[in-house]
DNA sequence: ACGACACATAAGCCCTGTTAATGGGTACCG
DNA sequence: CGGTACCCATTAACAGGGCTTATGTGTCGT
């Protein structure tokens, strides 16, 4: 279905005309001069091979063929203009973004109200992923990934640490009778030994790290995993003490010691640099950064 | 209504590509290269203000913002495409031929079904008005006129003189014995003693032309009426010979001088410069004279 | 008769979109 | 596992076309 094609300018003048009746009066609508509209209209004249407009005195009417012309034309860009609006409506709507499934549900969950509260306009549509998100190749706005902040073509707003600390249940703490330093932690079972976070606190914590390669591997995938193992009693978890407040203070989750790890990562706010200053992307990122301005990280 | 419209070479490379799915094809059905629609797309995509396409390896796909300005936009160009051919198709398939009353219905009428024969596809509307027409103001392709053959912007083609010789019906001339001579007319009626053509023929027989004068004034307005008051025998008519052969053979109507008139004057074949390759125009003009040169003027 | 108004026309400039060349990335194939 | 082919992105330089300004022509209204 190859489309055989007046030229579009020439028809866009031409809708302009019909639709008004004036030649001056297009021109006005369209943003430019009579004489360019002219210059048009006779152009496609000469394309379709008949006058569209006969020029009375003091103004001009459609001949025959362009009448059959002129309410198609106007049906038509009515048409593209519609699904443009709609689009860029949509394109502004509707925000999504991209996360790991732990921020996703420990910190953003309990936060978008606020967001959606100052935007009411804006539709947010949250993607939990384990995957870094490529602009190019993903419909995602704005992505926040763990990482070191700085990614090609992207740009990037610090916002958490990737602090950890040892978390387990109570009642796993209680069989060895609490956790009072960090060697009691080599008597209870830990979620995922494999944890790449694990030589790191052990090394700040002077402990040996090769007590662990002999535990069974569990990777979970997502910190939000091993802290529900870890709620659940079956070993100790290295997670982001701020993403669990809430479960710390409920009881679910005991945090036994000070000792915080930190890999010299950080959460980090990203998004395609060429499209830094679309409204819905500034508005996400100034909310974002307020609450965390006001929160202190959660 | 004034419409917010996008560019509309953008909206066309983007049509183009969101039908073929490649930027590629879309160039090569476009007539355009593969960097021209990628710039095109990236335009529309910041007019937009979000991506319409993602770049997947060896793919590309809509996003969820393309998928709704796809449909529609394909739409909207079959609804152009379609009615910039037939609005083509009307301005190539349909001849409007403005003429004068006696020419369409002693010359055209009869032979129009010739034409229509060599040309089936084209349908002629023959529109006869008194009137000399204005291209730049009626809805008009040819137009044949009496005339000198000079108007400015149009081309003409020379048809027929516009001699003339009186005329009337066998009955009328047998009132008076038969008309021997010029200056048995002037014993019998003139349909139109107004007519400016009565004085050039008088002068050319060697006749007064005062007499004239006192006749009572009938103007008709065309030839063709002042041939059917003639043919009622109503009185003398100046006309043109080679439109009433059929007439004169068939006894309606007599030719009783050969003295003819020329005023200098003839019938042309009219119409815009700018028009002169139009198809159907180019058919016109050659069937007609070609007509002309086979019958010698009708 | 004159001014206001509307479209047509001509010349020239500037900008837009194009081309051409190159690079990056992925998939296919042997 | 490397080579090749395909597809899209990017860059710089170019060319063409559409726009603007200025002016002309015709008609209507006063």
Same mark, same amino acid.
């Given at each position: 279905?190859?489309?055989?094609?007046?030229?579009?300018?020439?028809?866009?003048?031409?809708?302009?005309?019909?639709?008004?009746?004036?030649?001056?009066?297009?021109?006005?609508?369209?943003?430019?001069?009579?004489?360019?509209?002219?210059?048009?209209?006779?152009?496609?004249?000469?394309?379709?091979?008949?006058?569209?407009?006969?020029?009375?005195?003091?103004?001009?009417?459609?001949?025959?063929?362009?009448?059959?012309?002129?309410?198609?034309?106007?049906?038509?860009?009515?048409?593209?203009?519609?699904?443009?609006?709609?689009?860029?409506?949509?394109?502004?709507?509707?925000?999504?973004?991209?996360?790991?499934?732990?921020?996703?549900?420990?910190?953003?969950?309990?936060? #978008? &109200? +606020?967001?959606? !509260?100052?935007?009411? =306009?804006?539709?947010?549509?949250?993607?939990?992923?384990?995957?870094?998100?490529? /602009?190019?190749?993903?419909?995602?706005?704005?992505?926040?990934?763990?990482?070191?902040?700085?990614?090609?073509?992207?740009?990037?707003?610090?916002?958490?640490?990737?602090?950890?600390?040892?978390?387990?249940?109570?009642?796993?703490?209680?069989?060895?009778?609490?956790?009072?330093?960090?060697?009691?932690?080599?008597?209870?079972?830990?979620?995922?030994?494999?944890?790449?976070?694990?030589?790191?606190?052990?090394?700040?914590?002077?402990?040996?790290?090769?007590?662990?390669?002999?535990?069974?591997?569990?990777? #979970? &995938? +997502?910190?939000? !995993?091993?802290?529900? =193992?870890?709620?659940?009693?079956?070993?100790?978890?290295?997670?982001?003490?701020? /993403?669990?407040?809430?479960?710390?203070?409920?009881?679910?989750?005991?945090?036994?010691?000070?000792?915080?790890?930190?890999?010299?990562?950080?959460?980090?706010?990203?998004?395609?640099?060429?499209?830094?200053?679309?409204?819905?992307?500034?508005?996400?990122?100034?909310?974002?950064?307020?609450?965390?301005?006001?929160?202190?990280?959660?």
């Amino acid at each position: 279905m190859s489309f055989q094609l007046p030229p579009l300018a020439a028809i866009r003048a031409f809708e302009a005309t019909a639709r008004l009746g004036s030649f001056t009066k297009a021109a006005a609508e369209l943003g430019m001069t009579q004489a360019a509209v002219s210059y048009q209209i006779k152009l496609l004249e000469e394309r379709v091979g008949a006058p569209l407009f006969l020029r009375q005195p003091r103004q001009i009417v459609l001949t025959e063929v362009g009448q059959r012309l002129a309410p198609a034309m106007s049906e038509a860009f009515s048409l593209i203009s519609d699904a443009y609006a709609s689009a860029r409506g949509e394109a502004q709507g509707t925000l999504t973004v991209s996360t790991v499934p732990t921020f996703a549900g420990q910190w953003l969950a309990g936060r #978008l &109200g +606020s967001f959606q !509260f100052a935007h009411p =306009a804006l539709a947010v549509k949250v993607e939990s992923t384990g995957r870094l998100v490529d /602009f190019d190749r993903e419909d995602v706005d704005v992505a926040i990934r763990a990482g070191n902040g700085t990614w090609p073509g992207l740009t990037t707003h610090f916002l958490l640490p990737t602090v950890f600390t040892p978390m387990l249940s109570p009642a796993l703490a209680e069989t060895i009778g609490g956790v009072k330093e960090p060697a009691d932690l080599m008597r209870l079972p830990i979620v995922d030994p494999g944890d790449p976070w694990w030589p790191l606190w052990l090394r700040m914590a002077g402990l040996p790290t090769d007590w662990l390669k002999d535990r069974p591997r569990s990777q #979970l &995938g +997502s910190q939000i !995993f091993e802290a529900q =193992a870890a709620m659940a009693g079956r070993g100790v978890a290295l997670l982001t003490p701020g /993403f669990y407040r809430e479960e710390i203070a409920a009881g679910r989750l005991l945090q036994p010691l000070d000792l915080i790890g930190d890999d010299g990562q950080a959460y980090y706010l990203a998004y395609a640099e060429a499209r830094r200053n679309a409204p819905k992307i500034k508005a996400f990122r100034d909310w974002i950064l307020g609450e965390l301005k006001v929160a202190g990280g959660g």
